[in-house]
């Protein structure tokens, strides 16, 4: 019996999840398929009188500069990818593989970082952005997604605990420097984290409304989530394109976990579990 009742209780907790997960976006599907009218007069529940009504998609393409937003926002996510991704692991091969004064210092910097609220913090940076002219340009966002976090950290050291210190030991025989043993030899046994924290990362700035719409207010730098706000204003709102223009903006980030999500749940356990 507790065990019919442990399976119950898990079964109906994970209905849940799921009732909270995918209403609302089942609610914005059929949202983006009625006019203005119908959405007023009719239940959210409600399904559309048509579903061949594209209306919606294509202002939410013309109007709402959602291509524009697309190519700024892959732009912005292969830079910060590539950029994070060689700094996060450069940071972890030296913090795990070299003995220097104030290491633990810096580890301790890193958690710090972790409980300070990033609103308290956001004038200094706002600043900071604007002292060196990037702001209102591209490169502030990815000066701000590129820099590294404890999670990543973490992941990738505990990876390098896997990789022996006899292959850096070997290259060092040869000749190598440290340069060429990262390079060669350490970063190429980190792909798979850098895979999994690259599409996390990835998915997570192409959901980031709060920094995209505070560094580039400019509407050439529309991306794809910061143009979702201009449906709505003061005066008046065009909700059906915007429950368009959500599901556009909602396609790349769900086709790429769907996609890649077993690489993302395999590298996070491979990267808590010491070998």
């Keep these: 019996m507790a065990r019919i009742l442990s399976r119950t209780i898990y079964y109906l907790l994970f209905l849940g999840m799921a009732v909270v997960v995918f209403v609302p976006i089942l609610l914005i599907f059929f949202g983006s398929f009625k006019n203005n009218l119908e959405l007023a007069q009719t239940s959210p529940f409600s399904l559309p009188s048509s579903f061949m009504n594209l209306d919606n998609y294509k202002v939410a393409i013309?109007?709402?500069?959602?291509?524009?937003?697309?190519?700024?926002?892959?732009?912005?996510?292969?830079?910060?990818?590539?950029?994070?991704?060689?700094?996060?692991?450069?940071?972890?091969?030296?913090?795990?593989?070299?003995?220097?004064?104030?290491?633990?210092?810096?580890?301790?910097?890193?958690?710090?970082?972790?409980?300070?609220?990033?609103?308290?913090?956001?004038?200094?940076?706002?600043?900071?952005?604007?002292?060196?002219?990037?702001?209102?340009?591209?490169?502030?966002?990815?000066?701000?997604?590129?820099?590294?976090?404890?999670?990543?950290?973490?992941?990738?050291?505990?990876?390098?605990?896997?990789?022996?210190?006899?292959?850096?030991?070997?290259?060092?025989?040869?000749?190598?420097?440290?340069?060429?043993?990262?390079?060669?030899?350490?970063?190429?046994?980190?792909?798979?984290?850098?895979?999994?924290?690259?599409?996390?990362?990835?998915?997570?700035?192409?959901?980031?409304?709060?920094?995209?719409q505070l560094y580039m207010p400019s509407r050439r730098l529309l991306t794809i989530a910061t143009s979702l706000t201009s449906y709505v204003g003061d005066h008046s709102s065009d909700l059906a394109s915007l429950c368009a223009a959500i599901m556009v903006a909602l396609f790349p980030s769900a086709l790429i976990y769907i996609l890649f999500h077993k690489y993302i749940f395999k590298g996070m356990m491979d990267g808590a579990v010491k070998g």
């Excluded at 692991?89 to 300070?116: D, E, H, P, S, W």
């Excluded at 990033?118 to 990037?134: N, P, V």
Aim: no cysteine; net charge positive.
């Design 62 to 212: 013309t109007k709402g500069h959602l291509l524009r937003g697309l190519q700024n926002s892959f732009l912005l996510v292969g830079i910060s990818i590539v950029g994070n991704a060689l700094l996060g692991t450069m940071t972890a091969y030296v913090l795990n593989r070299f003995q220097f004064v104030g290491k633990k210092i810096i580890v301790a910097l890193f958690l710090f970082a972790m409980v300070i609220p990033t609103y308290t913090t956001e004038i200094a940076r706002f600043q900071l952005i604007h002292k060196i002219g990037a702001y209102d340009t591209i490169w502030a966002p990815i000066i701000i997604y590129v820099g590294t976090d404890i999670l990543q950290i973490y992941i990738y050291m505990q990876f390098l605990e896997k990789i022996s210190e006899q292959l850096d030991e070997s290259a060092m025989l040869d000749g190598a420097s440290y340069f060429r043993i990262f390079r060669s030899v350490i970063f190429p046994l980190l792909l798979p984290a850098t895979a999994t924290l690259g599409i996390l990362k990835g998915v997570a700035i192409m959901n980031d409304i709060f920094v995209q």
